[in-house]
């Protein structure tokens, strides 16, 4: 069987509070692991399950708590870990000294590991130039993408005051001596995000014979296209996702999407649905990968493989009315809690689903697509796009946009955040929409809460509001522990 290689210790690739690492330890080949030396080494690096699979957690655990798509049930959220219920109840800081920060945490040692690729792999041996550079943009592209998380965990929603708004420290190196980090902007690490890709884009295979798991041109050019969306760059935006879809047409065996009208027939894929809810449902199997241009999983399931736990979490009714009765997405929620435990008070849990795809799917690529279209008064563009989708989500006699929305920009601009909560509700995407609605000057000022129904009814509940300051959250107590120099957000 292969060993993937390792070369970093749990130690060593803490970066930003690893001041109790010795440098002599990097003079020692931890037992059973191996120093990378061939191009081939490297290479099984990038392939390790740690780069495209967070397990036990990690990845957007705590934005899945966050956005206004989810509502919680007492009866399980008066049990839940502290951070848990920090995070939905939109507290200052959602952890405490000692707790451990798995979202950022894990992403670091996947850091660690892409840097020493881009450092490292060209004085590798046993490779051709292209095979090395291909590494290095597959390693460039990976950073780029967890970027994207840090920014939007640490730093405020793009606007005009980007480059004065302090983000996560851009760190280039593997090294365990680094040290002395300051937080860049967020304007800095857009352009660092969009610096990697554009560089990785030209040396990325067209189509990656891994598999989805391993970044294509395709894959970079959406997750691209998304970072410009987010600045505000809808013309830029709009090119790289034309340039993916492209991209995509070209593959052999490209992602594509479900027919759910298929897949819920007799027959079909996701037929019949069990007590653990729809049978081979996407969401219990992280290696289904059908519809991924670059698969990245994180566990969202109940709280025996969820280091925040979620076995609270509902779908809020806010986010219930936007589903259509057709909509085949209701059919991943039941009522019932975790451990199939029936909820008497009828609401929904997104009950067949433990790995979210969080990567760039192709889902989202239309909607983004979309997005861009709406903006640039492309309208006609942005239904086609929008109904592409919903074709495959439910029959096609309610796929259609509503001609009302169809005709008025704003209008339908909103249709597209509504369909991205039907397609990706109670997953964590919901919070960077809010983040980006919050700032968006076509929508002004939006409120924003969680319900906490402390019973069965629909009376008995509690309500927290989101401070706007939250919407960006604090640097977690162990980092600014061990980086006295960095200033914390509000």
């Not at 956005?67 to 870990?81: L, M, N, Q, R, T």
């Not at 993408?145 to 939007?152: A, C, D, E, L």
């Not at 708004?165 to 967020?186: E, L, M, Q, W």
């Not at 589903?323 to 019932?336: N, V």
Request: proline share 4%; glycine share 6%.
């Amino acid at each position: 069987m292969k060993r993937y290689i390792q070369s970093m210790s749990f130690c060593l690739i803490l970066m930003l509070w690893m001041a109790g690492c010795k440098k002599n330890f990097l003079d020692v080949i931890p037992k059973g692991r191996q120093v990378a030396v061939t191009t081939k080494d490297y290479d099984l690096l990038l392939n390790s399950s740690m780069q495209y699979v967070y397990q036990g957690g990690g990845g957007w655990q705590a934005l899945a708590l966050m956005g206004d798509d989810v509502a919680a049930e007492d009866s399980y959220f008066s049990a839940a870990v502290p951070s848990a219920q920090n995070a939905f109840r939109w507290d200052n800081d959602l952890y405490v000294p000692g707790d451990f920060i798995s979202e950022v945490t894990l992403s670091l040692q996947n850091l660690y590991t892409v840097n020493k690729v881009i450092r490292e792999v060209a004085e590798s041996t046993g490779g051709s130039e292209q095979e090395k550079r291909a590494l290095i943009a597959e390693a460039r592209a990976q950073r780029a993408w967890m970027y994207f998380t840090y920014v939007n965990y640490y730093g405020k929603p793009y606007t005009t005051t980007a480059a004065e708004d302090p983000s996560f420290p851009i760190i280039k190196t593997a090294d365990v001596n680094a040290g002395n980090y300051t937080r860049n902007s967020v304007k800095e690490v857009y352009d660092f995000m969009i610096e990697d890709l554009t560089a990785a884009i030209g040396d990325l295979p067209l189509e990656n014979m891994i598999g989805a798991t391993r970044w294509n041109r395709a894959g970079a050019e959406g997750v691209l296209g998304k970072i410009y969306l987010f600045s505000g760059r809808n013309k830029e935006a709009l090119d790289m996702f034309n340039a993916a879809f492209n991209d995509l047409a070209r593959q052999n065996t490209p992602a594509r999407l479900y027919n759910y009208n298929d897949e819920f027939a007799a027959g079909g894929k996701f037929d019949p649905i069990t007590p653990d809810g729809p049978t081979n449902s996407p969401g219990l199997n992280y290696n289904d990968n059908t519809e991924s241009l670059v698969a990245r999983s994180f566990y969202n399931g109940p709280n025996n493989g969820n280091t925040l736990g979620n076995d609270f979490i509902i779908l809020s009714e806010n986010a219930r009315a936007l589903f259509l009765a057709s909509d085949l997405r209701l059919k991943f929620y039941a009522a019932q809690f975790a451990y199939q435990v029936p909820n008497p008070s009828g609401r929904l849990s997104k009950y067949s689903e433990q790995f979210v795809k969080f990567g760039m799917q192709l889902p989202e690529l239309y909607l983004l697509r979309a997005e861009a279209n709406a903006r640039l008064n492309n309208l006609a563009d942005a239904r086609t796009d929008i109904e592409t989708l919903r074709n495959n989500r439910m029959p096609s006699t309610d796929a259609a946009v509503p001609a009302a929305v169809y005709a008025d920009r704003k209008k339908l601009i909103q249709y597209i955040f509504d369909e991205r909560t039907r397609e990706f509700a109670v997953e964590g995407y919901r919070w960077l929409d809010m983040r980006r609605l919050s700032v968006d000057s076509l929508f002004g000022t939006t409120n924003y809460s969680h319900t906490l129904y402390l019973d069965d009814t629909y009376t008995n509940i509690k309500v927290f509001s989101l401070r706007p300051d939250r919407l960006t959250l604090r640097l977690p107590y162990s980092i600014m522990n061990d980086n006295p120099q960095f200033k914390n957000n509000p």
